[in-house]
């Protein structure tokens, strides 16, 4: 009888974990579009910052590497099919034949990197959890990111290596804001949300 | 959420979708593979042409045809500056054809043909454990809460600038990724409930 009841609750489990992978999946990637809909933040002196890449990192520190990835997947695949999802409203097919598909493709690759960083990494408290969404956010949502779009510069706008390297660098300052911000909303839901497993 | 497609039928819509995703992907690789201008110079009178052909279908793609003007002016004018005029061209015109292509598929594909594609092409990873069948669901799901959670910002926003005066800004984003994270756990119970899944 108990074996039963146990095999019931497994199979539960089972049928819940992938529900909810469903819907973390599907609610996250629709959260990175509404992301790409909200008009550029300004930061003090007038720096404007664009949030979908920030989303990239959040994507890693909540859902962990596996959900992570399908997260991106799925909103790349929803762009292909010719919804307008990305900032200024652009999708289809063409954009990942433009200069800043590289940054596009690094998305998935960024978030599973973050992921698999922030599960390795401590969280036992909300300041330490957003410690380590910052480290995690920069090695993945940052470093992994512009390595695939400096790829993309060189092999499709032709750009040497050096150029797109310094290219690239002008992002830097802001993303390593949205490293911060990404910290600040992991604390903030630690806080909120204290049985949240961070990391996936 | 409307997509870019076009309602208005074109000679182009006609033509099956897994027709023009080879088509795409087979005019991608060749083009990077070949630095010959005169091949180059044909494949992209030949794309812009297939683009006129559409007509008034291709006044939706403005944006995206402004988009495009700009990274090729950009891009020319760099190399033109470091004196690289033949590599402007040849960045300038792949850029040119396979964009054009890509932009001619969107708007003359229904989302639910290409997604079909997706399905078919996805299918042989079930035997690795991705199960491209659910992914129909997850757009789905995606495109519901895309809206949903884009009027949950609107709100938040308005409380914020209402308390403060202030745009909300990044304040804002904690809790509306709290709200998705709760909005979601609910969407898995009542996914376990209708779907044994």
Redesign the interface.
Known sequence: MFDFAADAVASSFLMNTSSLSIALVSLFAALIAVFGMIPKIDLPLGVPITLQTLGVMLAGCMLGPKRALQALLLFLAAVALGLPLLSGGRGGLGVFFAPASGYLIGWPVGAFVTGWMMAMLPKQSPRSAAMSAFAASAIGGLLVVHVFGVVGLVNIANLSWDQAIMGTLVFVPGDLIKCGVCATVVHTVARGLPDWRFGG | ?????SEQHTWLHAVPAYAKLLF?ALL?TGL?LTDQLMVLGASAMVCIAIFATLGWVTATAK??LM??VL?CLL?AA??LF?QHPV?AA??VL??VS??????A???T?R?SD??HV?ERVLSPLKSVGLPAD??A???A??????E???IL?RRLDDAHRLRTGK?G??KI??????Q??????R???T??VR???
């Open positions: 959420m409307k997509s870019l497609y795409l991608g990077f944006p995206l988009g495009l990274a891009i760099f190399h470091m590599l040849i960045t792949r850029l396979t964009t054009l292509m890509g932009f598929l969107t708007l594909t989302y290409l997604l997706f659910r992914l669901l997850q757009l799901l995606m495109l519901r809460f895309t949903h959670f884009f910002w745009p800004g990044f984003l904690a809790p509306l990724t709290i998705m994270l709760v909005a979601a756990r969407v898995a119970d996914l376990h779907l044994r899944r």
